[in-house]
Nanobody, 117 residues
Framework: QVQLVESGGGLVQPGGSLRLSCAAS????????MRWYRQAPGMEREWVAS????????GYTDSVKGRFTISRDNTKNTVYLQMNSLRPEDTAVYYC??????????WGQGTQVTVSS
């Protein structure tokens, strides 16, 4: 069965960096586009970044462009989110996501990122 397990969250000061990881299993990772979403308290879940199957294409929401980088290692079945120049408004639970050929969504359990001094 599909499993997505995020890690790497934590407490960081404004301007700091974190790298999130999402370890995938139960499907052929290299054939799936992968995404990161986040959900702040009291807010709807929002899309953050996407990466194509080969990693040759990426996309970002405007608020993280130039600060966040999504990448993947298909040999390790892992997708990453490098987050630099973090701001308090980046505080949220970050989720890894993918979708299969039947448009079924798969989510990880999330990892908390808190940006505060």
């Amino acid at each position: 069965q599909v499993q997505l397990v995020e890690s790497g969250g934590g407490l960081v000061q404004p301007g700091g960096s974190l790298r999130l990881s999402c370890a995938a299993s139960g499907f052929t990772f290299s054939t799936y586009e992968m995404r990161w979403y986040r959900q702040a308290p009291g807010m709807e879940r929002e899309w953050v970044a996407s990466i194509t199957r080969t990693g040759g294409g990426t996309g970002y929401t405007d608020s993280v462009k130039g600060r966040f980088t999504i990448s993947r290692d298909n040999t390790k079945n892992t997708v990453y989110l490098q987050m630099n120049s973090l701001r308090p408004e980046d505080t949220a639970v970050y989720y890894c996501h993918t979708m299969d050929g039947n448009s079924h969504d798969y989510w990880g359990q999330g990892t908390q990122v808190t940006v505060s001094s």
